[in-house]
Every structure is written in structure tokens, then in C-alpha cells.
């Protein structure tokens, strides 16, 4: 007959916080990792510094981004994993795509209309950024018609490595004509 084995211990809050990063596949606010530890924010965020310290060693990282933490691969060593990444990499955003991404992220919610007024052109990668969740529709309007209002998504934020629509750079006086080519 085997003999039984002890009980394993309680596992540590750094271990929980670990583990939930790794697991959860989203950002995990503070709030969250202070419930599954048991501590205060004050002390979650203490062991999410710690982990933070202990992490390069293991070739991970911890970062605040879209309004919770998350792990990830440090970019320098994306070149020696790629043949164990999948799926590959979405071609890049054409300039087009990347400039109504700009309108829609500087003046959300926005309409088709007023985009394609800013850019003096057609709006027709709405649909693109829309396929790859960068954008969404947040409401409708209340002028004549009612057009689709458009807004950033959590994806967005997570894609270009912001904590918030805060962290975008400050534009000129509100002059688009930087972000925008002509």
C-alpha cells in the first residue's frame, strides 16, 4: 500500500499571482490578484513587483497594459522561439488602416463619415480593423440616420502597449494633419 503523501502546502502569493498571469490569458487587474491572494492592493502590487524582479531570469515579464497585468516574452527573444509561435504574424496595418485607426483612437466615437471627412478619403478599413478587433462599434448617433459609432477595443490597447487611451501621445493643438498623409 502506498504510503500517503503530505499535504501540500498553501501555495505563496507570488505563486498565485504567477500562476494567474500565466493562466488567466488576459490582463488581470489588481483588484483581482489582491482577491486570489487575500492581501490588500497595496501588498499584491508589492508581490507583483517582486515578480517582476524575478521574472527576466525565467526569459518572462510582467507588465501593467489595458488596465490590468499580464506575462510576456521579452521581444528580444521572439527571433529564437518563432519556429514554436503560432499562428503567424498578421501582415502589417496598411498606412491607410493605420491612419483611420489614428482618427478613431484620437476622437472616439467617431462615424465613418467623420473619419473619411478628416482623412479626405474612404474609411473601407473600418472593416479590416474591425476584423482584427483593433475596432468596434460602441453606439449609434443621434443625428439623422443614426450612424454607427466607432470606438477602440481592450485589444488595441493590449497590440500597441498601452495602459489606457491616456498613454496615446499628445497631438499638436489637436491638428490631425500630423497623423494624417497629404
Not at 527571433?79 to 484620437?106: F, G, K, T
Not at 483593433?134 to 450612424?147: C, E, N, Q, T, Y
Amino acid at each position: 500500500m502506498p504510503a500517503k503523501s503530505a499535504p501540500a502546502p498553501d501555495p505563496t502569493p507570488l505563486q498565485l499571482v504567477c500562476a494567474a498571469l500565466l493562466a488567466a490569458g488576459r490582463p488581470l487587474r489588481l483588484g483581482e490578484l489582491a482577491g486570489l491572494t487575500g492581501l490588500n492592493e497595496d501588498a499584491a502590487l508589492r508581490v507583483i513587483h517582486d515578480l517582476q524582479r524575478r521574472l527576466p531570469e525565467l526569459g518572462l515579464a510582467a507588465e501593467l497594459v489595458a488596465g490590468g497585468w499580464r506575462l510576456y516574452v521579452p521581444p528580444e527573444l521572439g527571433p529564437r522561439l518563432a519556429p514554436v509561435l503560432a499562428p503567424p504574424a498578421l501582415p502589417p496595418l496598411s498606412h491607410a488602416a493605420l491612419e483611420v485607426l489614428a482618427v478613431v483612437a484620437y476622437r472616439q466615437p467617431v462615424t465613418r463619415a467623420e473619419i473619411e471627412a478628416m482623412r479626405g478619403g474612404s474609411a473601407s478599413t473600418l472593416v479590416t480593423l474591425q476584423e482584427r478587433e483593433l475596432v468596434k462599434a460602441v453606439g449609434r448617433s443621434d443625428v439623422v440616420g443614426h450612424p454607427i459609432l466607432y470606438g477602440t477595443t481592450q485589444k488595441f490597447l493590449l497590440e500597441f502597449g498601452l495602459a489606457s487611451l491616456e498613454e496615446l501621445p499628445p497631438l499638436e493643438g489637436n491638428d490631425f494633419s500630423e497623423l494624417l498623409r497629404g
